[in-house]
């Protein structure tokens, strides 16, 4: 009888847990939804995550509040905040949630936030005409948007094959002596480079994304680093931030050069007619 008793107690124990359990789940999903009012569907999600294109986007609110209200949705538009399907330990820390289809979604605070004191760490190393930053990018839609920031900045932009030893060994043509500083897009597409960096003690400043790690990358700006309008964005808004703290210019207005600049203009075989 003593055992039957044990027994029930525990069952019903289990059902009290289960509840409770139930009722702090329905309490997070009230919180998710407080922050994302609407919440993207399935097909518009893996749009924002495809390799391919970055079209779709949330749609921008009616009313802008503010500057910072202004920028939220500028993100939100470009997609910079949606992750992968998978997450790495070194990218925890910059996580916000993860979707109902199993995206994670990146921290836009952690973006904004790494993208300013990127600016600040790099306008140390500007200096028109030299090789002291290197940018590059072996994703093709990576390929504009560092062309136009070493354009705009006066960096070494490098979008095509990155050659072995150009970091590390004096005796080839295409030793860049005076690097500094690399930075690069994709730690997965970019890992030649990042690797030689490392041997080189060259700090890296790196597009981090949700399946990422930060083996060998100084400064990681967590954001979708695959999107088309994403990584235009990243870019566009670094200038805009070197340009200010180097105080070429006094406001975000001054800066002359519009986002679409940034963005690459490539169009996917299936968009083509």
Same mark, same amino acid.
């Given at each position: 009888m003593a055992r039957k008793k044990k027994k029930i107690e525990e069952q019903e124990k289990e059902e009290v847990d289960e509840e409770e359990d139930l009722k702090l789940s329905e309490e997070l999903d009230i919180d998710f939804e407080e922050d994302f009012e609407e919440d +993207?569907? +399935? @097909? !518009?999600? +893996?749009d924002l995550l495809d390799t391919e294109d970055l079209e779709a986007g949330l749609a921008p609110s009616e009313?802008? &509040?503010?500057?910072? !209200? @202004? *920028?939220?949705? /500028?993100?939100? #538009? $470009? =997609?910079?905040? &949606? =992750?992968?399907? +998978? /997450? #790495? =330990?070194?990218?925890?820390?910059f996580i916000y949630r993860q979707t109902n289809y199993g995206l994670y979604v990146i921290d836009l605070t952690k973006t904004d936030e790494r993208l300013n004191i990127a600016a600040k760490f790099l306008s140390k190393y500007i200096e028109e005409g030299s090789d002291r930053i290197i940018v590059?990018? %072996?994703?093709?839609? =990576?390929? @504009?948007? %560092?062309?136009?920031? $070493? !354009?705009? /900045?006066?960096c070494k932009a490098i979008t095509e094959r990155f050659i072995p030893g150009s970091l590390t060994n004096p005796l080839i043509?295409?030793? &860049?002596?005076?690097?500094s500083v690399? %930075?690069? %897009?994709?730690?997965?597409?970019? *890992?030649? &480079?990042l690797r030689e960096a490392k041997l080189a003690r060259i700090p890296v400043v790196a597009l981090f994304d949700t399946d990422d790690t930060l083996d060998g990358i100084d400064l990681a700006v967590p954001a979708n680093n695959r999107g088309k309008k994403a990584l235009g964005l990243a870019?566009? /808004?670094?200038?805009?931030?070197i340009l200010m703290e180097l105080g070429k210019i006094s406001s975000e207005e001054e800066?002359?050069?519009t986002l679409e600049e940034f963005t690459s203009k490539i169009v996917p075989m299936y968009r083509q007619e």
């Open positions: +993207l569907d +399935l @097909e !518009e999600e +893996l009313t802008i &509040i503010d500057k910072d !209200e @202004e *920028k939220k949705q /500028l993100y939100l #538009s $470009c =997609g910079i905040h &949606i =992750g992968t399907k +998978l /997450l #790495s =330990g070194d990218a925890r820390r590059t990018s %072996v994703r093709r839609y =990576g390929k @504009e948007p %560092v062309k136009k920031f $070493c !354009e705009v /900045l006066g043509d295409d030793y &860049i002596k005076d690097a690399v %930075v690069i %897009v994709d730690p997965h597409a970019d *890992k030649v &480079i870019f566009w /808004l670094l200038a805009r931030q800066f002359k050069y």
